[in-house]
Nanobody, 117 residues
């Protein structure tokens, strides 16, 4: 059973930085693509960034150049370094694992990020 535990969120001012962490268990972490999603108030959950097992990364246009996703396979953990934060980055951030063609149906509790203007 996949378990994903996110942490590292908080309240930051515009222009600030936060580093999110997601500890995964119940999977062979090294072989899967991992991703970060976020859900802003009143909006659908969106994919922000992902990193493949080989280390290839991809970002949503809205965060490109500001966010960096990375993984530590020894710790079964994926990170999201968020710099130059904007109020529109506010939301609950979730990590997820892509098994084959699809992202896992289950979600962790997420971690709240709030960016004040």
């Amino acid at each position: 059973q996949v378990q994903l535990v996110e942490s590292g969120g908080g309240l930051e001012q515009t222009g600030g930085s936060l580093r999110l962490s997601c500890a995964a268990s119940g999977i062979i972490f090294t072989i899967y693509t991992m991703g970060w999603y976020r859900q802003a108030p009143g909006k659908q959950r969106e994919l922000v960034a992902y990193i493949t097992s080989g280390g290839t990364t991809n970002y949503a246009d809205s965060v490109k150049g500001r966010f960096t996703i990375s993984r530590d396979n020894a710790k079964n953990t994926v990170y999201l370094q968020m710099n130059s934060l904007k109020p529109e980055d506010t939301g609950v951030y979730y990590c997820n694992v892509k098994m084959g063609l699809y992202w896992n149906n289950g979600w962790g509790q997420g971690t709240q990020v709030t960016v004040s203007s």
